[in-house]
């Protein structure tokens, strides 16, 4: 039976899936780190090509992701969440993962996003996520909550390596601040969580949707760290902390000459 599902999702999806974008590419691609605010672009995406009301956008996320091959269509326009061989076969308007940009090989012509956040607010926020969830036991806390322990030092001594560090892991295997900070400059592209919702009209003109501000909203617990915690992080995410000031510094710089 599943198979005959495939078989006619490729027929059904496939005669859809070719697009052109007025910046020229066939698809878009969004490299999603984790805690960075992407699942608001994303419902940005959903919003705009299915026409929903705002208040529908978690529905139409978990909608993505619950759908058979996490593949769905809106208005002739393909989605696909987190399917690795369907994201490097390219038939799709959209596709997001939170796969290693190092992990896929893309086709050609793909418009290619990424978000960044300020280091430390991005692994504060997935301890709060985690500690948010543990009361009712959501998705995250299941297949993470082990790394919590008793407390903040646990939770840093417990979180694998590429997931503390995971947006320069996101675009080095080697965890190199030089090799991540081509990839990201690589890509179509790129922006700070702090800069929602903004990049929508900048994307808009370059992708052909309509693409209106819109802000998920991602309560969670807000824990107390110390000030030695906080040393002690900062220590630990010095490499990627040095890639995201090289980044801001870019930024910095293309404002002042469009200035």
């Known amino acids: 039976m599943r198979k005959l599902k495939d078989l006619r999702d490729h027929f059904f999806f496939g005669r859809m899936a070719s697009y052109r974008l007025p910046s020229g590419h066939r698809r878009i691609y969004f490299h999603h780190i984790r805690r960075t605010g992407g699942t608001s672009l994303s419902q940005m995406f959903l919003l705009a090509a299915s026409g929903a009301d705002p208040s529908r956008g978690d529905r139409l996320w978990s909608g993505l992701w619950a ?28 596709a997001v993962s939170h796969l290693p940009a190092h992990e896929l090989v893309l086709p050609e012509a793909t418009y290619t996003i990424t978000c960044l956040r300020d280091p430390v607010k991005r692994v504060l ?30 939770f840093l001594e417990n979180i694998p390596v590429e997931h503390l560090l995971r947006q320069l892991y996101m675009f080095s295997p080697n965890y190199d601040p030089d090799e991540a900070f081509a990839a990201i400059a690589s890509c179509s592209f790129w922006f700070f969580t702090e800069e929602l919702p903004a990049p929508a009209s900048v994307l808009s003109s370059q992708v052909g949707l309509d693409l209106r501000p819109f802000v998920a909203n991602r309560s969670s617990a807000q824990a107390i760290i110390t000030q030695d915690q906080m040393r002690l992080l900062k220590k630990l995410l010095r490499p990627e902390i040095e890639l995201y000031q090289r980044l801001k510094a870019v930024r910095r710089a293309a404002r002042s000459l469009a200035a």
């Open 125 to 154: 926020s997935h301890y709060n996520l985690l500690l948010g969830e543990r009361d009712n036991g959501g998705q995250a806390f299941r297949k993470e909550g082990h790394w919590l322990g008793a407390g903040f030092d646990d």
């Open 67 to 94: 759908a058979h091959r996490h593949r769905l269509h809106f208005d002739g326009k393909v989605f696909v969440a987190g399917e690795k061989k369907l994201i490097e076969e390219g038939r799709y308007f959209y």
